[in-house]
């Protein structure tokens, strides 16, 4: 089984204002332009519903996903797009922080690794309506929308912060997408689903990735496939 550490280069988080420090803060991107030189297997998806986030809501989301996915990836399709409904778990209280009631994104996203058990040909994105935080820039306990590694085998995404309820599928894209590998948009573009959110919630712009972001997405997958013929 790799070691959770072995394959993070990077955390991307997205940001909102609601950190009793009130400024608004970047993520820690950036952290290299070049591609991962190893990115894990990303193309199962399981869905993984968090306390009170139900069955139903995580079924109404992978048809969404499975739906954009494809619209997304165009005209390229997914070698192998599979998404599924894993089984429910609580958060353990381990993970509250209980001065702002929020729980820790990144303990969660090692309970979510933790459980693999070494299969990193799976992605799973733990789905929860309460609300999550990180610590960052000197910013202790920001409250996020999700957060994920870059590349890795876990993220989790929050319903909290979302104003929308088409929000959901593109929160969890963005995330998703990190997992593979994608940094965010280099062209800062507002519509683009990997834009960094800089501490707004701007998913009603976004629709789909721009060119840029398409043919980062195209590299990661060309190497994948590379790698399924070379093994
Ligand atoms: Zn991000
Ligand atoms: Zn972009």
Redesign the pocket.
Known sequence: MKKLLLFITGI???FLAGCSHGNQSH?N?GMGDSLPADPPLGYVIELKPLGNFSHQEAEQLREELVKQLGIITKPKAWVEASVFVGDKKEIPDSCLYKPRNRYWAGKILKMLHEEHGGNDEIVTIGLTHRDISTSIHGHCNYGIM?L?FRPGDACVVSTFRLKRKDDLWKVTT??FL?SCGLP?CKKNDPKCL?Q??HGKNTFYMKHGLCEDCKKSLRMIMTHQETKYQNT
Request: net charge negative; proline share 0%; hydrophobic share 30%.
């Open positions: 991307s988080i997205l993520g991107e999700g994920s963005h995330e990190h965010h990997m960094d959110a």
